[in-house]
């Protein structure tokens, strides 16, 4: 059974860092491109990052660019997301997301697999 | 990007009655040289994640129930969900996988009339 499950969320004021980690099992995670899509609370959701299966490629949102970093460790089976300098409307639910299809990084990608989520509030 | 607008923002249908969902891309996500439309739709109960429904705009996933269907092509797209179950009360999203970045749509609300 694939699970994902997200952990590192919280409150943080603006202006500081946070890292969400994803713990994947059930799969063989380093065939996979993985993902992070988030979601404001009562909002919709926002493709947020993307790296390769080897860590070779990495994608960002604009809105993310220059302060979120994704990495990931395929002997752990788990996926990172270092965000820094955050402010008020990175307030969202950060959910790991596995694509469907293995090695296809972002074109062609959609989600059979999502975490449960991880809040982040950033708030003074 | 790709802007994926949805319509309308929520709706209410009694049960057992079709509830229609439109989508429509900002350009073609029909990959012509494959003759394969990159849309997925996806059904997010509350304080669930989201769940892959459809993709290729209307292969319904394994397990989800042949009431709901897509159907579209080109940049106009439509989910519908036949004969309303009380469980199908969610936020439907749509969304773009043709090109980078991946975008979804803003979200439709099915109630239960």
């Known amino acids: 059974e694939v699970q994902l499950v997200e952990s590192g969320g919280g409150l943080v004021q603006p202006g500081r860092s946070l890292r969400l980690s994803c713990a994947a099992s059930?799969?063989?995670?380093?065939?996979?491109?993985m993902h992070w899509v988030r979601q404001a609370p009562g909002r919709g959701l926002e493709w947020v990052s993307s790296?390769?299966?080897?860590?070779?490629?990495?994608a960002y949102a604009d809105s993310v660019k220059g302060r979120f970093t994704i990495s990931r460790d395929n002997a752990k089976s788990s996926l990172y997301l270092q965000m820094n300098n955050l402010r008020p409307e990175d307030t969202a639910f950060y959910y790991c997301s596995k694509p469907t299809r293995t090695h296809v990084v972002l074109a062609g990608t959609f989600f059979d697999y999502w975490g449960q989520g991880a809040l982040v509030t950033v708030s003074s | 990007d790709i802007v994926m607008t949805q319509s309308p923002d929520s709706l209410a249908v009694s049960l057992g009655e079709r509830a229609t969902i439109n989508c429509k891309s900002s350009q073609s996500v029909l990959f012509t040289s494959r003759n394969k439309t990159y849309l997925a739709w996806y059904q997010q109960k509350p304080g669930q994640p989201p769940k892959l429904l459809l993709s290729w705009a209307s292969t319904r996933e394994s397990g989800v129930p042949e009431r709901f269907s897509g159907s579209g092509s080109g940049t106009d797209f439509t989910l519908t969900i036949n004969s309303l179950q009380a469980e199908d009360l969610a936020v439907y999203y749509c969304?773009?996988?043709?090109?980078?970045?991946?975008?979804f749509g803003g979200g439709t609300k099915v109630e239960i009339k």
């Open positions: 969304q773009q996988y043709y090109s980078s970045p991946l975008t």
């Open positions: 059930g799969f063989t995670f380093d065939d996979y491109a």
């Open positions: 790296i390769s299966w080897n860590s070779d490629s990495t």
